[in-house]
């Protein structure tokens, strides 16, 4: 049986709100080890006005920062939540960073991400990014989770 989490379930893991919440879905995990996140880029994001006006594309950033909750959120839910609880999670760093196709409103960008290691309270994840089926990048993560 495939597990699911929508965006409220994803709020109650992760501290960010909105508009930088930015993940809407998280399906098909697999405790601890991967999942796949959706992120529904919309004409409304808040992005898309000033970046860039008449040809709007998600920024990169915030397509890392979307792998970032993606794997916290999976982090989150594989733990006894007295483990995570009034915690955070930041991204350590980035490697290896490709993006291959704009990500434009009223496309849905699907994120697999995949645990490579954790040690104590860092994990590393690897990712790619999917728009419209097409690859759009990679991305390795590190996320830590503080006291």
């Not at 919440?21 to 959706?38: M, Q, R």
């Not at 529904?40 to 040809?55: A, I, L, M, Y």
């Not at 009034?86 to 490709?98: D, I, P, Q, S």
Request: aromatic share 8%; charged share 25%; net charge positive.
């Amino acid at each position: 049986m495939s597990i699911t989490l929508d965006k409220k379930q994803i709020s109650d893991l992760l501290p960010h709100r909105e508009p930088m919440l930015l993940i809407d879905e998280l399906y098909d995990i697999k405790k601890l080890f991967s999942a796949t996140a959706v992120v529904n880029v919309k004409k409304d994001s808040f992005f898309v006005n000033g970046h860039f006006p008449g040809q709007p594309v998600m920024p990169g950033v915030l397509i890392v920062e979307s792998f970032g909750q993606a794997a916290a959120a999976l982090t989150a839910h594989g733990l006894d939540k007295s483990t995570y609880e009034n915690k955070l999670v930041f991204l350590m760093g980035v490697e290896k960073a490709r993006f291959r196709n704009p990500v434009i409103p009223d496309c849905k960008l699907i994120l697999k991400i995949e645990a490579i290691r954790s040690h104590g309270r860092v994990w590393k994840y690897k990712g790619e990014a999917f728009v419209d089926e097409k690859k759009n990048g990679r991305c390795c993560v590190v996320s830590y989770n503080c006291r």
